[in-house]
């Protein structure tokens, strides 16, 4: 039987350089999956212009048409439930999704942010990372939730901070990294044989 594809949506608001890396891990074989649809909640986002000429459905859909973030939420859902998307992924969607989003797809949105959660989440995490002075920051992929970069933990990896490092610098190290992990993250969660156990995500033993 051929191995199914399953149908991806990928959310982004800005550069997409997270949506370029799946694209390119679907297109060489690393991730078996496909994007059935790209939403940006920004006309101007640079990654609708990858998506585009990658030949990827996607739509515009901005926050501002809504009155509320529920009814943002909703018109979100009606869309991907147009597209029976099997995974939401979160790219640098600058938006935080409510509990009319977050249920319609329970344990089935994944975000990627650039820190070792719960260390520095929110805004600007490589800042947070070098204003604290840690030496080591990294990448976590974990299930969307309605509370802000709190959701169970899929996937960490860490990255070192160099002492000579800015803020961009440690920026563009981070993202290495979760270009790698991003595409495996979502792989992983796909293949099934996990479950959430509290907190934790618990993969059971690849065989
Ligand atoms: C990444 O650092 C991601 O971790 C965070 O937003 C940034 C998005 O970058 N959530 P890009 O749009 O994928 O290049």
């Not at 975000?111 to 990372?129: C, D, E, K, T, Y």
Request: proline fraction near 7%.
């Amino acid at each position: 039987m051929e191995k199914r594809s399953d149908p991806l949506a990928l959310l982004i608001s800005g550069r997409g350089s997270n949506l370029s890396a799946i694209i390119d891990a679907i297109s060489d074989g690393r991730l078996r999956a496909r994007i059935a649809i790209v939403i940006s909640n920004r006309p101007d986002a640079a990654g609708l212009e990858r998506a585009r000429a990658t030949g990827l459905e996607t739509r515009v859909m901005p926050h501002t048409a809504h009155a509320t973030r529920d009814d943002y939420d909703r018109a979100l859902v009606a869309e991907l439930e147009r597209h029976r998307v099997r995974l939401v992924c979160l790219a640098g969607f600058m938006r935080r999704l409510g509990p009319a989003f977050c249920d319609a797809f329970p344990h089935a949105i994944l975000n990627i942010h650039p820190s070792l959660l719960p260390a520095f989440p929110g805004m600007h995490a490589p800042r947070q990372a070098l204003d604290h002075g840690v030496k080591v920051t990294g990448v976590t992929v974990h299930f969307g939730t309605p509370e802000l970069d709190a959701g169970p933990i899929v996937m960490q990896a860490a990255v070192p901070v160099h002492d000579d490092d800015t803020e961009d610098s440690l920026a563009a190290r981070i993202l290495v990294t979760e270009h790698r992990v991003y595409p495996e993250a979502i792989q992983r969660v796909l293949d099934g044989g996990w479950r959430i156990e509290g907190r934790r995500v618990v993969f059971s033993p690849r065989v």
